[in-house]
Every structure is written in C-alpha cells, then in structure tokens.
C-alpha cells in the first residue's frame, strides 16, 4: 500500500480495533488505580496509622502517568508514522 493510497476496510477496521484496545486498557489501569488506592487509604484511616498509603499511591501514579502518556502519544503517533513514511518514500524514489 502506498503512503497517499486510502485505507481498506480491513485496515480501517484493524487499527480502530488497536486504539480501542489502547484506550480501554489505559481505562482498566485507571479505574483499578482508583479502586485499589481507595481501599488502601480506607484501611489506613481504620487502624489510623501513619500515611504509609501514599508510597503506592505515588508509586503506582507514577506508573498510571507514564501509561497514560505512552496511551496518548500511541494514539496520535499513527499520523506521525504515515508521514515520515510517506518521507521515506519520497527520498528512496529521488535516490534512484
């Protein structure tokens, strides 16, 4: 398939099927984070102990922040791709 050929269904369909993927997986991390933490942070307020909750809090935050930005340039890094392809092209045809 050439850099400035429009996509098949097929193609279409698989890369929807990809960001779908990324974007879900990114939500189950979120929403797992939150999940967790909160019951981390109930169970250290019962036996009212000191704020040892916040070292997996950041921790883990730490770990959701670097997905999500993963997630991010993932999703509109396909654009990116496409150009320099198209780029690629260009130079191997002039190089002939």
């Not at 960001?19 to 997986?25: A, H, P, Q, S």
């Amino acid at each position: 398939m050439t850099p400035n050929s429009p996509l098949s269904e097929d193609e279409i369909l698989r890369r929807a099927k990809r960001r779908v993927g990324l974007k879900t997986g990114f939500k189950i991390h979120a929403l797992v984070y939150v999940l967790v933490n909160a019951g981390l942070l109930a169970i250290n307020l019962w036996n009212g102990g000191q704020r040892w909750f916040l070292f997996p809090l950041l921790g883990w935050g730490l770990g959701l922040a670097i997905h999500g930005i993963v997630t991010f340039i993932a999703l509109r890094g396909e654009g990116l791709r496409d150009r320099m392809l198209a780029d690629e092209v260009e130079r191997v045809r002039k190089a002939r």
